[in-house]
């Protein structure tokens, strides 16, 4: 999906203005990384571009549509190709790992003949193939956030939205997640994530990874160069 943002402002109810006449463009499959310190509005700008929240002013355009303006048969239709990955969302605690990703399949009517095969392919890339009947109880809370990532992407979405996918994970996980987002963005899907941890800019630039670095602060949303230069 391209994205295309132009004088994005939001103000909470409380009168903190997180966005301030922000700029953001991510063309149809590119990946973007937005850095921010805490608290700085990377999870409502990424909530924005999910149609979560609503901004408080500004043009947010989604494949050239406002995405804020669409029917519920639209919005409906227009979310079944995006996923999501924020700390909020939880597994569905009567249901085994299995059964919490295929789910995700149904309720995006991407299900089919061989999902359950790739449900296992992708559970087996993350380590995680000794887990698929086990229950979220008895998962150690940084498996819990792997499996909730792979649910946001088993069906393939054009747009993942990832709000700082990586914390809780150790080295190894984060190595497999971020292996796996690539991935993803490979096949032509659109990643957003957000992120504290300026270790993955490193690690991004060492790599040759092609990545855009945003910096969202003081309500703008700045190329990471230009702020540099």
Request: aromatic content about 6%; glycine content about 8%.
């Amino acid at each position: 999906m391209q994205i295309q943002a132009f004088h994005l402002t939001k103000v909470h109810d409380s009168g903190v203005k997180v966005l301030d006449d922000a700029y953001f463009s991510a063309p149809e499959g590119s990946f973007v990384a937005v850095l921010g310190e805490s608290r700085t509005g990377k999870s409502t700008f990424l909530k924005i571009l999910g149609g979560e929240e609503k901004p408080t002013s500004g043009v947010l355009r989604i494949d050239h549509k406002d995405i804020y303006s669409l029917s519920e048969k639209e919005r409906h239709q227009w979310l079944s190709d995006v996923g999501m990955i924020f700390p909020d969302l939880k597994l569905f605690p009567d249901k085994t790992v299995e059964e919490n990703i295929h789910f995700i399949l149904q309720a995006k009517g991407a299900s089919g003949e061989g999902e359950r095969e790739a449900v296992a392919k992708l559970l087996s890339n993350a380590g995680l193939e000794g887990k698929a009947s086990s229950k979220p109880s008895v998962l150690s809370s940084g498996e819990q956030r792997m499996v909730l990532a792979l649910r946001a992407m088993i069906f393939r979405p054009r747009l993942l939205l990832a709000d700082d996918p990586f914390q809780g994970l150790d080295e190894k996980a984060i190595a497999v997640l971020f292996r796996l987002f690539h991935e993803l963005n490979r096949s032509g899907s659109t990643v957003i994530l957000s992120t504290q941890q300026m270790a993955f800019l490193d690690a991004s630039r060492n790599n040759s990874l092609p990545i855009s670095w945003v910096k969202l602060e003081q309500g703008k949303l700045e190329p990471l160069e230009e702020i540099a230069s």
